[in-house]
């Protein structure tokens, strides 16, 4: 078989021309005072559907030829900025998502007008499959091609906005976001690091990234973290080939730290942000991803959390063993 093309900064360049009128460019924040000067936030919790995911999912969907329906399994996020892609192009949407989704992404989701199945985590891939079968569905994964390229914009403008960037930190799920940035910045700013973030809990990428090879958790075991948009047991196949190549680490952080992040970012930027789009500021606060050597840029990948749940300490810790 001939090797998988990679996304390349032209496809992101692409997908940037394509995208803009319906995304929202978002600003670098920072430096964060008391920081040292050193951390920058990418608050992509401003993003439509309060999300990054809508960047690769505009971009998808835009491209899909010949279909009036199109179907994503997802924590939450994904679903809903596929919803969103669909009604921009006058698609039906399906979306699967499991039984432990928070009610605000559930409920975000339908009111996006897309049809909802809901299904216990462990068959979100299989149900997926069998729908596409029985409806003729377009699936669009959180990690295929056209989806990275348009993630690739969240690093794109990153490096436009601070093109001496040190280090970048990314929320790792089946990786689409971190194989993207990582296009972009490897291309415009080579001097930067770019490190990947995952909660300890849910830390597949990690272990493939140590291991040099895929690595699958249980479902079980993803799902202990509060990080509800980090819980996938594994990388995307393509994601994986982009993270071998061109990014430097994954790292892990725990939940305390998680919590701490949405605190930090709550204080000093009045930045409302779920656990999954902490985790990164959480890896720069706790020096998990090592010396921060010039700016960093934290991703905040994400919003979609309850009104008065960030910025305090969630009551759900203490279901998954955090005092």
Not at 32 to 44: M, N, T, Y
Not at 47 to 76: E, I, P, Y
Not at 117 to 128: C, D, G, I, K
Not at 254 to 275: C, N, T, Y
Request: glycine share 12%; hydrophobic share 45%; net charge positive.
């Amino acid at each position: 078989m001939p090797p998988t093309r990679l996304v390349t900064v032209r496809d992101v360049a692409e997908a940037a021309d394509l995208i803009g009128p319906a995304t929202h460019r978002t600003p670098l924040l920072g430096p964060a005072a008391g920081d040292g000067g050193r951390l920058w936030i990418k608050p992509e919790n401003q993003q439509r559907t309060g999300s990054f995911k809508v960047r690769g999912a505009l971009n998808a969907v835009a491209r899909l030829t010949g279909v009036d329906h199109v179907l994503a399994q997802s924590s939450g996020n994904h679903g809903l900025a596929v919803a969103y892609a669909a009604s921009r192009h006058g698609l039906r949407a399906t979306v699967v998502l499991p039984d432990t989704a928070p009610p605000v992404k559930v409920a975000a989701v339908r009111a996006s007008g897309a049809r909802v199945v809901v299904v216990p985590a462990a068959l979100r891939e299989s149900t997926t499959v069998e729908l596409c079968a029985s409806t003729g569905a377009a699936p669009v994964g959180s990690a295929d091609f056209d989806v990275i390229a348009g993630h690739g914009t969240v690093g794109a403008e990153i490096v436009a906005d601070l093109p001496q960037v040190g280090t970048v930190l990314v929320p790792v799920c089946n990786g689409g976001l971190l194989a993207g940035v990582a296009v972009a910045v490897r291309a415009l700013a080579p001097q930067a690091r770019v490190v990947g973030v995952e909660p300890a809990l849910a830390g597949d990428a990690a272990e493939s990234v140590r291991r040099g090879r895929l690595v699958r958790w249980p479902v079980a075991r993803t799902y202990r973290t509060i990080a509800d948009g980090l819980r996938a047991p594994v990388l995307g196949e393509l994601a994986w080939q982009h993270i071998r190549a061109l990014v430097d680490d994954v790292v892990t952080v725990d939940e305390e730290s998680i919590v701490a992040a949405q605190e930090f970012l709550f204080d000093r930027f009045g930045v409302v942000a779920e656990p999954s789009g902490a985790v990164a500021t959480a890896a720069h606060l706790s020096r998990a991803a090592g010396p921060a050597g010039g700016g960093t840029v934290a991703v905040v990948s994400g919003g979609n959390v309850a009104a008065g749940r960030a910025g305090r300490r969630p009551d759900r810790m203490r279901r998954v063993g955090v005092q």
